[in-house]
């Protein structure tokens, strides 16, 4: 499974940034999608995550709950990331990741996008 995000960039305080990743492969059996960030000298965290349990089910850290949300296109093996009320805090590396099974991590790592958010 291959994954590829798009969508970072450099964003004011308060505003929104829409992150996308799209999966290729095998695809058609990913099971939980995820977004994690690493900002400089932090180690690599949970954003949110959605697996296909129940539903559907998504998971986000404390720190964003209310901010951002994740949502699932299975029809185009994509998952995205809509940040609103950005924080200078928010600033990192963004990836996506994937697995077959509910899992966090997932296996399979984008290679990452940078949102940068300036006061």
């Known amino acids: 499974v291959q994954l590829v995000e798009s969508g970072g960039g450099l964003v004011q305080s308060g505003g929104s940034l829409k992150l996308s990743c799209v999966a290729s492969?095998?695809?058609?059996?990913?099971?939980?999608m995820a977004w994690y960030r690493q900002a400089p000298g932090k180690q690599r965290e949970l954003v949110a995550g959605?697996?296909?349990?129940?539903?559907?089910?998504?998971k986000y850290s404390d720190s964003v709950k209310g901010r951002f949300t994740i949502s699932r296109d299975d029809a185009k093996n994509a998952v995205y990331l809509q940040m609103n009320n950005l924080k200078t805090d928010d600033t990192a590396v963004y990836y996506c990741?994937?697995?077959?099974?509910?899992?966090?991590?997932?296996?399979?790592w984008g290679q990452g996008t940078q949102v940068t958010v300036s006061s």
């Open positions: 990741n994937a697995d077959h099974w509910e899992r966090y991590p997932g296996e399979f």
């Open positions: 492969g095998s695809a058609f059996s990913i099971y939980t």
């Open positions: 959605a697996s296909n349990s129940g539903g559907g089910i998504t």
